[in-house]
């Protein structure tokens, strides 16, 4: 009989909540496998946290850290400190990690320097400009991990260039797209509820999300991104679910949010913001998840950035970059994606088990 492999989980923000969720179902039918979540903190308001955790059915954490914000170093250097000390107290086989956010770096350094085993969700993946914290977080938490699961050909091709090692690298798919199909699987009726909610009408709508901090922090950009959303809310409505770093971020500006067009609601929570993704006539965002669920929805999509690490996307026709440098440039985007014709979805994201794949190497570590 195999010795119990206990594994220590690490997330902290909402696009790790997801992800965590689609492994901790297939983990919580697994014998031999022990999951203790650590909730970093990292989100920590109710609508990017507590409702996340709820609807997704994800395990309660054995830790929350309770970090908060702060500056990078803040609060990389608090979580660390943190999960060293649950980590000290739960004696894991392994560390398993998310993702490129804080929470990820700290949990890997504090993990590397402990000697404890680390598995890396969605390794391999660069955007190639190293003035983002996320590219920074990942190189690291890549290069430090056991067991490194690349979401696509493009992420594994990368870790085999970067030298990482033929036996640390098991291709998976990507568990944002299991995740997709389990929401695609709820009946039609609770798909269509928030668009009733919310009086929307399928195809009718613009569909917004911004919240990077190449965005939100600056307020010369946030201006353009404003700018070009009060000319597209004059064609159809905008809906634009509001980060809390966003918000704070709008409230300082003189002109706030366009007065018309434009509707500003609270954070979705996760089956709500698919049903919204569906049924949306394309969708601008900055978020990395949002991007590939355009796509697995059927949705044009316009990157608010100046480059993406989901590249096939943008070869694949069903996004278009375009950073907030130019208020005609961002409307122009987000035009030419409304008009664009029936294109192919290639499979380019892993069958729909990611989940189980990632579990089935875990089950190595004992």
């Known amino acids: 009989m195999p010795d119990l492999i206990r594994l220590a989980t690490v997330v902290g923000a909402r696009p790790q909540f997801i992800k965590a969720a689609v492994v901790s179902r297939v983990l919580g039918r697994t014998d031999g496998i022990c999951e203790d979540l650590i909730h970093t903190g990292q989100h920590y308001d109710p609508e990017m946290s507590a409702v996340f955790f709820g609807e997704l059915e994800i395990p309660a954490p054995r830790f929350n850290l309770d970090i908060g914000s702060g500056s990078h170093a803040v609060q990389t250097g608090r979580m660390m400190e943190a999960l060293e000390r649950a980590f000290l107290e739960l004696r894991p086989s392994g560390v398993l990690l998310y993702g490129d956010t804080n929470s990820t770096l700290a949990g890997a350094l504090a993990a590397a320097k402990l ?29 430090v991990a056991d067991l490194l699961f690349p979401p696509t050909d493009r992420a594994e091709r990368q870790l085999r260039a970067e030298g990482l090692g033929e036996r640390r690298i098991v291709p998976v798919g990507d568990v944002m797209y299991d995740a997709s199909l389990h929401a695609a699987g709820r009946d039609a009726a609770a798909r269509a509820e928030p668009l009733a909610r919310f009086g929307l009408q399928p195809g009718g709508y613009l569909l917004v999300t911004i919240h990077r901090a190449e965005n939100t922090d600056a307020p010369e950009r946030l201006e353009v991104i404003l700018g070009a959303l009060a000319i597209l809310g004059a064609e159809l409505p905008v809906v634009l679910p509001l980060h809390p770093r966003t918000q704070a971020a709008i409230d300082k500006l003189p002109s706030g949010l366009p007065q018309t067009g434009v509707r500003a609601i609270s954070p979705l929570g996760y089956f709500d913001m698919q049903s919204l993704e569906g049924a949306a006539r394309a969708i601008v965002t900055d978020s990395g998840g949002v991007q590939k669920e355009a796509f697995w929805h059927g949705v044009p999509c316009v990157t608010v950035r100046g480059e993406t690490e989901w590249t096939e996307l943008i070869e694949a026709g069903w996004n278009r970059l375009a950073p907030a440098d130019s208020v005609e440039r961002l409307v122009g985007a987000v035009r030419d994606a409304m008009s664009t014709g029936p294109l192919e979805q290639p499979s380019l994201y892993g069958d729909g088990r990611a989940g189980e794949h990632i579990v089935a190497a875990l089950r190595g570590w004992a």
């Open 115 to 143: 000697g404890l085993r680390i598995a890396h969700v969605e390794a391999g993946l660069r955007s190639f400009n190293r003035s983002m914290p996320e590219e920074i977080n990942r190189i690291v938490a890549d290069h």
